[in-house]
């Protein structure tokens, strides 16, 4: 209980006291002898009730002026309509709204019942009845009232630890999907090293063309046979084993020579000018891969590209004459 409620409160002990002390008075004379007349014992009489009513008047009046600071502890929800409230929460205060209303309703008719009654010079037994119901749906709305603060506080306590729980969930999730996606580059990274720890390397890459006894050919335009000759150098990383080397050689022109099938390297599937299957038992190995010329050349510079485990493994320009 407040300051202002304890000051009405006290306020309405000693109206009462001093409406019960008029009442003695009243019934006991006052003090007064037998001797006084009838007439001036009439007139203090009403002087007296008429007292007496305005003392109850102001009584009820302070009655009414707590019931309604006793409102004013119950909050106003209207400024929650527009926010984000879950379909629960709005529901109550939806129904919180329509008691608190009903509640000032009912003071207001209250009043207006005290206020009649006060005037009045007999107690009239129908006010009185009305009063006394008007109360008592006062004081059950307000324990309504307070039922569902109570649950709402509930559901607000429920709601946020929710919402805590569901930010503890998204900063987990976000450390673990930075720890996974640390994992996963690093993984790529290792990926990345063994790859290239296992690629072979190829050295003396070169283009020669041959005449029909399998000598060099110094006219390319004469050559009967291309050559690429390469050496793979020793890698003990590499994975030992028949290996398959492509080569593609194009012309000046552009042009791809072909012949040597299809095969699938940097994700795609290409087109090969030759094919040569090599033993490789991670030792250094030399080898050739042959093409049988089977159309006209022109002296230019050639290009070679040499092909292993679907990687290019080089890439030379030849000068042939």
Sequence with gaps: MDKKQKIVLFSGIGVVIILLGMLVWVIFGGGGSASEDTAGGQTDDAA??????????????????????SLDSLPNFQETQGLNLQADQQ?????????????????????QEKANTSKEKSKNQ????????????????????????????????KYEEEVQKNNALTEQNRVLSETVSAANAKNEELTTKVTNAQRLVLTG???????????????????????????????????????????IIKTPEGQMLPGGG??????TTLQATAR??????????????????????????YTVRVFCDGQCLATRHCTLK
């Design 276 to 301: 040569r299957q090599v033993e490789y038992a991670n030792e250094e190995v030399s080898t050739s891969v042959y093409w049988d010329v089977n159309t006209s050349l022109t002296p230019g510079d």
């Design 205 to 247: 890459v070169s283009l020669t063309a041959y005449n029909k006894k399998g000598k060099n050919e110094k006219n390319v335009t004469k050559a009967k046979k291309l050559g690429v000759s390469f050496t793979v150098t020793a890698n003990n990383a590499a994975k030992p084993g028949m290996k398959d080397f492509y080569i």
């Design 262 to 267: 299809s095969f699938s390297a940097e994700g």
């Design 126 to 157: 129908e006010h009185l009845a009305r009063i006394k119901e008007l109360e008592g749906q006062i004081g059950e709305l307000k324990d309504y009232c307070k039922e569902l603060l109570q649950r709402l506080t509930d559901l607000n306590v």
């Design 48 to 69: 007296l009730q008429a007292e007496l009513d305005s003392l109850r008047m102001v009584n009820d009046m302070m009655q009414i002026e707590n019931l309604s600071r």
């Design 91 to 111: 529901e109550i205060v939806n129904k919180y709204n329509e008691a608190r209303n009903k509640i000032e309703s009912l003071l207001a008719q209250l009043k």
